[in-house]
C-alpha cells in the first residue's frame, strides 16, 4: 500500500491501493551509534536554470522549475545521466533561512507542487527559506519517467481482491507476474536497478551542491519521513532541521511495513464506519459502525458479481479506502457508497475512479515508480506457499486490507532488478521534530516512537485519537504553530521521560455530514 501524500496533495493523487538486470552497488548502510561525515560526491553538479513553471499553482505562488542533472548510477559518476524536474519558491524579505527540502512520500509521488508548502507556516515563518520541490527519478517530470502498462487499474478488468477460487489466485498472479515483465522491458527499464531510498537520498545530494548549500533542512511527509532518515544518516553534516510528519517505521522496509498497515487500517476504517453510522439520516449505510461496515461488504459482494456503471468491486474497495488516509475524505467516500445503496447507480464511484486512474500514456508512473522502490529497497518475500499462507492468516483480523494490499505489492515477488539491503537509521542525537496521529493507518504510530528512539534529540507531537495521515500544515494550531517556532529558532517542544509523544494536541476533527 502506497505510503502517501500530504492531505492537500491526496485529493489530486492517485487513490491507489495498495530480463534480469544488475542491482548497482547501495552507499555503505551506517552502524547505530556514530554516523560518520558524508563523504563529497565525485559528480560535479551543474546550476539549475530555472524558467517559468507549468503548474499554475507553482506559478501563483511564486515558483521556478528546472531540471536537475544526476547520474543514473552514482557508483559510475562519468557514465550516463537523467535528470530531475525540480522547482523552487525562493525566500522573501530579509531574513534567510537556508534551503528545504520536501517529498511527498509514495514513493512514486510528484513532489514538485511542495514548493509552495511555505505559506502555510504560520507568522510567515517559511517565506524565510527557499522552498525546493522535486519529482523523483523516474517519476513526473523527470526524464525518463518510468511507465510499464497503464492499462494495470482499467475499470471493470480486475477479478475480486479476495481469492475464493483457483481462477480468481491464479488470475492475480498472473497479472502480477506480468506487470512486473512489462516494467523489466519498459523504454525507462534501465532506472529499475537505480530507484532505491539510496539513489533518491543522492539525488538531494547532488541537489544541495548544485543549490550551492552547506547544509539544507528537511520537511518529509509519509515516505519522504524515510528519506530524510536515510539522509540524516548518510549525511549528518548536511542536515538543518528536520520536520517529519507521518513517521515511516524504519524497521518495516518494506513487507513488515505492509503487513502493520493492514492492522493499523483495520482502525483507521473503524473510526469511519461509526461516522457514517452517526450520519445515517444523511447516508443511510447503518444505524451502528458495524452495521456500516457489513453494508460496505454487501456493496463490494454486490458490484464484484455485477458491475454497475462499469465499476466493480476492486474500484470500491480502493475509493473506500481513501477513508482510512484521512478524515477529509469521509463524506465522499460516504457519498459514493450511499449513491449504490439508495440509487443502485454507481455514477460518483466511476467519475470519482475514472479521474484518479488514468489508463492514458504514462498513468502509471506513479504506481510502477512506487514497485521500483519498495520492490527494491530490501529483499522481498518470493516464496509463494509462504505469502499466500501469512495473507490467509492476516485476512482472518484485518479483512479491509490484507488482500487488496497483497495483490497491490505482488509483482515485487518477481520484480526484475535485484533487491538491496536497507541503511540501518543510525541512534544518533539528531535533533527532528516528528508529527504523528494516534491512528494513522498509512505510517502507524509505532514508527513515530521508533524514529524517536533512535534521534535521541527529536521531539513528537501527537494527534490524540486522529486517523489522518500526514495531517500538519492543516489548519490545528498546537501542531502548526510548534513547526512554526521550530523552523523560526530551532527550539523543539520539551523532551519527556518514557516512550511517548512529548505534546499531544487535536486531531484533523470529523467533517460534517453532507
Request: aromatic share 10%; proline share 7%.
Amino acid at each position: 500500500m502506497r505510503i502517501r501524500s500530504p492531505r492537500s496533495l491526496v485529493a489530486a493523487a492517485t487513490l491507489s491501493l495498495g530480463a534480469a538486470l544488475l542491482a548497482a552497488p547501495l552507499a555503505p548502510s551506517t552502524a547505530a551509534g556514530a554516523p560518520a561525515a558524508s563523504a563529497p560526491s565525485a559528480f560535479r553538479a551543474a546550476p539549475i536554470e530555472w524558467g517559468r513553471c507549468q503548474d499554475a499553482f507553482l506559478r501563483q505562488s511564486g515558483g521556478k522549475c528546472g531540471m536537475l542533472t544526476v547520474p543514473l548510477d552514482h557508483a559510475v559518476p562519468d557514465g550516463p545521466t537523467i535528470q530531475l524536474a525540480v522547482s523552487r519558491v525562493a525566500h522573501k524579505g530579509s531574513t534567510y533561512r537556508g534551503v528545504m527540502f520536501t517529498n511527498p512520500g509514495g514513493p512514486g509521488g510528484s513532489g514538485r507542487a511542495l514548493a509552495a508548502y511555505g505559506q502555510f507556516v504560520p507568522g510567515k515563518v517559511g517565506r524565510s527559506y527557499d522552498w525546493i520541490g522535486l519529482d523523483p527519478r523516474g517519476v513526473g517530470e523527470s526524464r525518463p519517467a518510468l511507465s510499464c502498462d497503464p492499462r494495470i487499474t482499467r475499470i471493470g478488468t480486475r477479478p475480486s481482491y479476495y481469492p475464493t477460487t483457483d481462477a480468481i489466485l491464479q488470475a492475480w498472479l498472473t497479472r502480477s507476474e506480468e506487470y512486473a515483465a512489462d516494467c523489466g522491458t519498459s523504454a525507462a527499464a534501465a532506472l529499475l536497478p537505480h530507484m532505491r531510498t539510496t539513489d533518491t537520498v543522492a539525488d538531494f545530494e547532488v541537489l544541495r551542491e548544485a543549490l550551492g548549500a552547506e547544509q539544507a533542512s528537511f520537511y518529509g511527509f509519509s515516505y519522504g519521513t524515510y528519506i530524510a532518515q536515510v539522509y540524516a544518516t548518510l549525511h549528518p553534516d548536511r542536515i538543518d532541521k528536520l520536520v517529519l510528519d507521518g513517521v515511516l517505521d524504519p524497521r518495516g522496509v518494506w513487507f513488515d511495513a505492509q503487513q502493520s498497515q493492514n492492522k493499523a487500517f483495520e482502525k483507521a476504517m473503524g473510526q469511519f464506519w461509526k461516522w457514517a453510522a452517526q450520519a445515517h439520516g444523511t447516508y443511510r449505510l447503518g444505524r451502528t459502525g458495524a452495521q456500516v461496515e457489513k453494508t460496505y461488504y454487501r456493496v463490494l459482494e454486490k458490484l464484484t458479481r455485477k458491475p454497475v456503471d462499469g465499476v466493480s468491486g476492486p474500484e470500491v474497495s480502493d475509493l473506500t479506502l481513501s477513508a482510512g488516509y484521512g478524515r477529509y475524505a469521509w463524506p465522499e467516500v460516504a457519498s459514493m457508497l450511499s449513491e449504490v445503496v439508495t440509487k443502485g447507480t454507481a455514477r460518483k464511484l466511476r467519475k470519482a475512479y475514472v479521474s484518479s486512474y488514468p489508463t492514458t500514456r504514462g498513468g502509471d508512473n506513479d504506481y510502477a515508480a512506487y514497485l521500483a522502490t519498495v520492490c527494491t529497497d530490501a529483499p522481498w518475500p518470493t516464496d509463494l506457499d509462504q505469502l499466500l499462507a501469512d495473507y490467509t492468516r492476516q485476512d482472518r483480523t484485518r479483512h479491509f486490507m490484507a488482500w487488496p494490499n497483497a495483490w497491490f505489492n505482488g509483482p515485487c515477488r518477481t520484480w526484475p532488478a535485484a533487491p538491496g539491503t536497507p541503511v540501518e537509521i543510525a541512534t544518533s542525537d539528531q535533533e527532528a521534530l516528528l508529527v504523528n496521529e494516534t491512528f494513522d493507518g498509512a505510517t502507524p504510530f509505532a514508527g513515530a516512537l521508533e524514529v524517536r528512539r533512535r534521534f535521541g534529540g527529536a521531539s513528537l507531537i501527537e494527534g490524540v485519537g486522529g486517523t489522518t495521515h500526514a495531517a500538519s500544515l492543516s489548519g490545528i494550531g498546537c501542531v502548526d504553530n510548534k513547526i512554526a517556532a521550530y523552523l523560526a529558532t530551532g527550539k523543539l517542544p520539551k523532551r519527556r521521560s518514557g516512550d511517548r509523544a512529548d505534546v499531544k494536541c487535536p486531531a484533523i476533527p470529523a467533517p460534517k455530514p453532507g
